[in-house]
């Protein structure tokens, strides 16, 4: 048996690339060992205490970010707009809802994909499956389909890379909230973008109205921001994962949090056994057909000593099936003596293809699932406590609907997306103006 940080390796492991030279991965795996960790212990447990406030009812969680993070789309502009896009959404759950919001990025290390088959077929041509820009690249050819374990470190790379970008706008006076309206990008006659504006307009007034009562805006001008991906591929999760010297705890540094996903969720399973001795905030995602025991087991094995900002349930039921599967969950959480965090991830449940070949999702769906999230919650007496979303700060055209009405022959003037369609910009903003509307009935 296989103590600590290296049981998992005894258990069951779905979702890992094939690598075609093991040697050659087990180098990489090494290389990263020996690189210097993401993030820090300390805003590690900061988290966890941010976290806890949202799973008492005192704070909210946004989470948000691309699907799967590419290495071309590390660019500055890029990076840019999707931060801006969180701040923008925060600021409107913030000032909507009068709640503190907790930013978080799906950024700096959502590089790996779980997918349903391990290969794909195209006319007679069947290649490995895209398993995210850390394994293989997505172009449909023998020699980019075949795993890398190079990209193990490119992966890194880009992760710090864009985390240096983050902490230079949110540090760096950009997050400033005297700078509101700068953030705003788009196009201005969109309904979402002048509802923004006008709420900006009514910030700006009321940090004036504070600053001539002689408030100190010190804390305005730089905003903590969080990292987060899928805790997927083990060679990339492992090496990451290092010993505090000052604590002798281990904790995963390649991001602030980590989640587990749909698929590898099994409570026997080598994921939830990893994460089992990583001492992150950790959350894992919950489909439809999630019973009330497995979530109890859950708990049990992710959060031993029931503390408030471990564990977060990201829930991804589907807008249909929302009203009738969450209930179930939230009163056997109720009953117990544990206190989860729970997030409505309103895009997984909520896949859909179209006739022109597109996979898309309703925005009226998402919004539904929101919806739904919120009165599973009113009706149990539970904190609805946060929103997990794909989204870019980009005018993609990948979701139908909201007010840009995108329709299913708009998609394809721009789709960019290698694998689940994202919100855009303004779809976001939409989005966030109605959670601020449901917070307040809260
Ligand atoms: C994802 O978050 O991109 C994802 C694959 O989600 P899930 O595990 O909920 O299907
Ligand atoms: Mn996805």
Request: proline share 5%; aromatic share 8%; net charge negative.
């Amino acid at each position: 048996m296989l103590a600590g940080l290296d049981s998992w390796r005894d258990k069951a492991i779905k979702q890992q690339p094939n690598w075609p030279n093991a040697a050659a991965a087990s180098k990489a795996s090494a290389q990263l060992s020996a690189l210097p960790p993401l993030v820090s212990p300390s805003e590690v447990n900061r988290l966890r205490t941010r976290l806890a406030a949202a799973a008492r009812g005192e704070a909210f969680l946004l989470q948000g970010g691309d699907c799967a993070e590419t290495f071309v789309d590390a660019t500055a502009e890029k990076i840019r707009n999707r931060v801006k896009t969180v701040l923008q959404m925060a600021v409107i759950l913030t000032y909507g809802a009068s709640m503190p919001v907790i930013k978080m990025g799906r950024m700096a290390g959502q590089f790996a994909k779980p997918r349903s088959s391990d290969t794909e077929t195209r006319n007679d041509v069947t290649l490995p499956a895209y398993r995210g820009d850390i394994v293989n690249s997505f172009e449909f050819t023998e020699e980019a389909r075949t795993p890398d374990p190079k990209r193990l470190l490119e992966a890194y790379q880009t992760a710090s890379s864009t985390l240096t970008m983050i902490q230079a706008f949110t540090q760096g006076g950009f997050a400033d909230l005297r700078q509101v309206h700068t953030w705003n990008h788009g196009f201005r006659s969109n309904p979402a973008n002048q509802r923004y504006e006008q709420l900006a307009r009514e910030i700006d007034r009321a940090i004036k109205f504070m600053i001539a009562c002689g408030a100190d805006f010190e804390e305005m001008k730089r905003t903590e921001f969080y990292t987060s991906h899928e805790a997927l591929l083990m060679d990339y999760e492992r090496p990451l994962t290092r010993i505090d010297p000052s604590s002798g705890t281990a904790f995963n540094l390649s991001s602030h949090f980590q989640w587990i996903g749909e698929r590898t969720r099994d409570i026997d399973g080598a994921h939830v056994e990893f994460m089992a001795n990583v001492r992150n905030p950790i959350g894992v995602k919950l489909g439809p057909t999630t019973t009330a025991d497995d979530m109890l087991r859950l708990i049990d094995r992710l959060d031993p000593d029931r503390e408030p900002g471990r564990l977060t349930f990201i829930t991804r039921m589907g807008a249909s099936r929302i009203r009738e599967a969450l209930p179930p969950l939230l009163e056997a959480a109720k009953t117990s003596d544990a206190l989860p965090l729970w997030v409505t991830d309103p895009m997984h449940g909520n896949g859909m293809t179209t006739k022109n070949g597109y996979k898309t999702r309703r925005f009226d769906d998402v919004v539904d699932e929101v919806k739904g999230f919120f009165e599973a919650h009113r009706q149990v007496g539970t904190f609805p406590g946060g929103i997990h979303i794909e989204l870019t700060g980009d005018d993609v055209t990948e979701c139908l609907g909201g007010t840009e009405h995108i329709e299913e022959a708009t998609l394809e003037t721009r789709y960019e997306s290698l694998c689940d369609p994202r919100l855009n910009h303004m779809q976001s903003l939409e989005l966030a103006f109605l959670v601020a509307a449901e917070l307040r009935e809260r």
